[in-house]
């Protein structure tokens, strides 16, 4: 179990013996702060370590939290049962559902140029789709309220994934499996997580560009942001090195399912590989924001009720590709996401100025061991307050 305390800056514990020499008001201001900060951070550390502990806890976790300029790493368990190895925030995961992130980063990037509307339909840009999905909005799918049936939901992908659960399908076939549903309900009229949604999204994009997501991705997110350990694979295989994913049932050792199946059933959905690192740079330049103005960002927090999936810390509610969690610490903004093997949260204060990852290498849902989620949304919560409190 580790803790890594960033460097000493005028904010922090060490530098509280400099302060003496010049107002004791201040000394007490910095010795108070430096001692809720050890305590916040002592406080996560020891969840963290409740957690891998559980019996059906993760194998292990790993937690970024930085204030402005400063960061510290918090982890506990292994990235590896076979070898026990730390983990490291280098280390290769699936970003599952926190992927939609980066779809809506691109969707609003394009909506900032001008190439894309908030207010375009399905109808307009993607008229080869079902007509009875022509009324859906690009800011449908961006919140969730689009109606449209989840392709994952289909009985034929599930039993396709199940013969063949490493081929790679194409992203022109994910719709397919839901060309026959009708709208769930109205468009627009309430919120429903769905899969579909950005799936269109990344459609959207592709049709008014003439490019591939792939390279809306490069062009748009990955090279604005420098992230160059970031990916969507087509394949099952992960980058190396990578935190190991696994299963975990009643009477079994833990299964790895890290290459078990094929990114390409996520694609825009959750198909992206990335490193806790690279998530933390991403998602403090998402709240920034670099990708689109901060008209479109304007447009981008009107929030509805509505939880992530898993929901996340605090109370959730849904904006455009993105999630507030309000918490007794504060408020910030982001995205959760599970998979097969792995469980994600990434998020950052308006401006991304503070902002917390969080990498644990087991799915967890309200469904599959809630026990263990609720403990990790008490962890994530603690890692909001570390990321919040003063420096």
Known sequence: MLAIAAAATPGSASAVHHAARARPDRVAA???????????????????????????????????????????????????????????????????????????????????????????TIGQILPALPRA??????????????????????????????????????????????????????????????????????????????????????????????LSQTSLPSGFRMPRPYLHGYQLEPGQPPEDVSEALTASAAWASGGIVSTPAEMNTFIRDYLAPRFFTRQTQAAQLSFVPGNSSPPGPGTNSAGLAVFKYVTSCGTVYGHTGNTLGYTQFGAATLGGGNSVTVTANEQLSTT??????????QAEQLAVCAAMAPR
């Open 30 to 120: 910095a010795q108070t702060t430096a001692s809720a900060r050890v305590t916040t951070g002592a406080a996560l550390q020891k969840a963290l370590n409740q957690l891998v502990a559980m019996p059906y806890g993760p194998p292990g976790v790993i937690v970024i939290v930085q204030h402005g300029g400063q960061s510290a790493v918090y982890q506990a368990g292994t990235a590896s049962v076979a070898d026990r190895r730390p983990l490291s925030t280098s280390d290769h995961a699936r970003l599952a559902t926190f992927a939609k992130t980066y779809s809506g980063a691109v969707a609003l990037s394009l909506v900032s140029s001008g190439k894309l509307r908030l207010s375009s």
């Open 133 to 226: 999905w022509h009324p859906v909005t690009l800011q449908d799918v961006l919140q969730h309220r689009s109606g449209l049936p989840d392709y994952t939901r289909s009985k034929a992908l599930r039993e396709r994934l199940a013969r063949y659960p490493r081929a790679t399908i194409l992203p022109d076939q994910l719709l397919r499996y839901v060309f026959g549903k009708p709208l769930q309900f109205r468009p627009g009229s309430r919120y429903k997580y769905d899969n579909s949604d950005n799936v269109v999204a990344a459609m959207m994009a592709e049709a008014v560009t003439g490019r591939s997501y792939n390279l809306l991705l490069s062009t748009l997110v990955y090279q604005p942001a420098g």
């Open 368 to 377: 599959v061991h809630p026990d263990v989620l609720a403990v990790l949304r």
